[in-house]
T-cell receptor, first 114, second 109 residues
Framework: DSGVTQTPKHLITATGQRVTLRCSPRSGDLSVYWYQQSLDQGLQFLIHYYNGEERAKGNILERFSAQQFPDLHSELNLSSLELGDSALYFC?????????????FGQGTRLTVV | GQNIDQPTEMTATEGAIVQINCTYQTSGFNGLFWYQQHAGEAPTFLSYNVLDGLEEKGRFSSFLSRSKGYSYLLLKELQMKDSASYLCAVLDSNYQLIWGAGTKLIIKP
């Protein structure tokens, strides 16, 4: 158990719908990263939050948005869903900057758009 | 731009040794990580290098040369359970993790 919790584990929804994925980082970790991984593909970085502020954006679509709340949990909102958005969505957390330790991954949310 | 290169796929035989290479070009360097990812599962941490040289951890070793922008992961005494993707990631000067696309390792009996 990495200490990072993601909910839900599985989600099936229809095209055009909107979903929210949730991530609770490890206690004490200030950074939260979101990644998308399509079948047999590498990790695609979406966005990074640090202590409530957006730090970096990757290839995140305009239909997607995220935020990190004061209690440091994070949500990833996906709207106007398309079939191609079906993927595993991972959240990872890491300690405060300057402490060179690894990122810890949640078990992911498997999103299926039908 | 920032770039990390790894071979897409490698095949090795059970009991043998395999070396997975990673080259990187990033804005600054605060360490290099190797992760293992089994299909459909979360990546799990294998190793971290920030200084040049070899770090050994059981059957797995990781090497770093900062001047060459190069690292490798060495897996010895391969087991079938080592079949997975191996991801190389660099922590840049802004403490952003830059990920390679991963190397899919196939182990044959």
């Amino acid at each position: 158990d990495s200490g990072v919790t993601q909910t839900p584990k599985h989600l099936i929804t229809a095209t055009g719908q909107r979903v929210t994925l949730r991530c609770s980082p490890r206690s004490g970790d200030l950074s939260v990263y979101w990644y998308q991984q399509s079948l047999d593909q590498g990790l695609q970085f979406l966005i990074h939050y640090y202590n409530g502020e957006e730090r970096a954006k990757g290839n995140i679509l305009e239909r997607f948005s995220a935020q990190q709340f004061p209690d440091l949990h994070s949500e990833l909102n996906l709207s106007s869903l398309e079939l191609g958005d079906s993927a595993l969505y991972f959240c990872a957390s890491s300690p405060p900057q300057g402490r060179d330790t690894e990122a810890f991954f949640g078990q992911g949310t498997r999103l299926t758009v039908v | 731009g920032q770039n990390i290169d790894q071979p897409t796929e490698m095949t090795a035989t059970e009991g043998a040794i395999v070396q997975i290479n990673c080259t990187y070009q990033t804005s600054g360097f605060n360490g290099l990580f190797w992760y293992q990812q089994h299909a459909g599962e979360a990546p799990t941490f294998l190793s971290y290098n920030v200084l040049d040289g070899l770090e050994e951890k059981g059957r797995f070793s990781s090497f770093l040369s900062r001047s060459k922008g190069y690292s490798y992961l060495l897996l010895k005494e391969l087991q079938m359970k080592d079949s997975a993707s191996y991801l190389c990631a660099v922590l840049d000067s802004n403490y952003q993790l830059i990920w390679g696309a991963g190397t899919k390792l196939i182990i044959k009996p």
